[in-house]
């Protein structure tokens, strides 16, 4: 079946560095790639929506310059934790829909996560 | 925007029994519901999913049930494994705009199978 890859999957910084994630679909391209962050024992929360060749789209609440997200091929989009700090501390999810052939939408496939933690 | 409440958070069942797990969604425009497992560090995976269009779904042990009107679907496990465990994820999005539609998560229920 469909893959999608994050790396890393875990990476610990300083307070104050940037931090980028990898989300690669191996095996189909992704027009529309989705971030997601997750807390401890919590709920997946949407953060934003990238689209290749164009800006990403960000739920209130997420701020945009301190999540890059950049979606410049139609199999790789990056989150960038920028000055980050320990509150960002968090497992952060990727997911990518395999558009296939025919009237229904395909499968959502989601990475298995880059856990950060913020020293 | 749309809101899930997933019920219970917390469930363990004796291996072999059934486990039943409820959402509810307040959209009405929703119509693509998906369940997801997810293990300990690591992404969720989907297990079964429903549309607006069908009212129940099965795929051997793992069931889905849609009642529109009530605005809540179920997730039926039967003959439930130690490999059942896990935290299971329910979603409800609407398929207006294909591919960019948006999924809502509800809060999650963590399920133990007790052998």
């Known amino acids: 079946g469909a893959v999608v890859s994050q790396h890393p999957s875990r990476v610990i910084c300083k307070s104050g560095t940037s931090v980028k994630i990898e989300c690669r679909s191996l095996?189909?391209?992704?027009?529309?790639m989705f971030w997601y962050r997750q807390f401890p024992k919590q709920s997946l929360m949407l953060m934003a929506t990238?689209?290749?060749?164009?800006?990403?789209?960000?739920e209130q609440g997420v701020e945009k310059d301190k999540f890059l997200i950049n979606h410049a091929s139609l199999t790789l989009s990056t989150l960038t934790v920028t000055s980050a700090h320990p509150e960002d501390s968090s497992f952060y999810i990727c997911?990518?829909?395999?558009?296939?052939?025919?009237?229904?939408?395909?499968?959502?496939?989601f990475g298995e996560g880059s856990r950060l933690t913020v020293l | 925007g749309e809101n899930v409440e997933q019920h219970p958070s917390t469930l363990s069942v004796q291996e072999g029994d059934s486990a039943v797990i409820k959402c509810t969604y307040s959209?009405?425009?929703?119509?693509?519901f998906p369940w997801y497992k997810q293990e300990l560090g690591k992404g969720p995976q989907l297990i079964i999913d429903?549309?607006?269009?069908?009212g129940e779904k099965k795929d051997q042990r793992i069931a889905v049930t849609l009642n529109k009107t009530a605005k809540h679907f179920s997730l039926h496990i039967t003959e439930t494994q130690p490999e059942d465990s896990a935290v299971y994820f329910c979603?409800?999005?609407?398929?207006?705009?294909?591919?960019?539609?948006?999924?809502?998560f509800g809060t999650g229920t963590r399920l133990t199978i007790i052998p």
């Open positions: 990238s689209n290749e060749g164009s800006k990403a789209t960000y």
């Open positions: 997911s990518a829909r395999d558009l296939g052939t025919g009237s229904n939408p395909g499968e959502l496939f």
């Open positions: 095996d189909f391209q992704a027009t529309t």
């Open positions: 429903i549309r607006s269009n069908v």
């Open positions: 979603a409800a999005s609407t398929v207006a705009n294909f591919g960019n539609e948006k999924l809502t």
């Open positions: 959209d009405s425009a929703s119509n693509y």
